[in-house]
């Protein structure tokens, strides 16, 4: 039961970031596609399956958060990322 709702979690996340084009856009080719990390690591984190709506934001979340990551690893100035280190 608990199995079954987490895999179909998986397949709304999944479907998500395929229609939000991220992952396959030609200019982000050097971001990590770690959709599947964010998602079982929020399980983790928030497995009641009671839960779906705010573990499927925490996954949105993250999944955003690395691919901001790796736009800053990649284009920031030395300066840009000095300020985000504090």
């Known amino acids: 039961m608990v199995q079954?709702?987490?895999?179909n979690d998986l397949k709304?996340?999944?479907?998500?970031?395929?229609?939000?084009?991220?992952?396959?856009?030609?200019k982000l080719s050097f971001a990590r596609d770690r959709l599947m990390e964010c998602f079982f690591w929020?399980?983790?984190v928030?497995?009641?399956p009671r839960f779906y709506y705010c573990?499927?934001?925490y996954t949105k979340l993250n999944t955003m958060?690395?691919?901001i990551d790796d736009v800053y690893d990649v284009y920031g100035t030395l300066d840009e990322l000095t300020l985000l280190r504090g």
């Open 65 to 67: 958060v690395t691919t």
């Open 12 to 26: 709304d996340m999944s479907r998500w970031w395929k229609d939000l084009g991220l992952g396959s856009h030609p």
């Open 42 to 44: 929020t399980t983790g």
């Open 4 to 7: 079954e709702t987490h895999q």
């Open 55 to 57: 573990r499927k934001w």
């Open 46 to 48: 928030i497995g009641d």
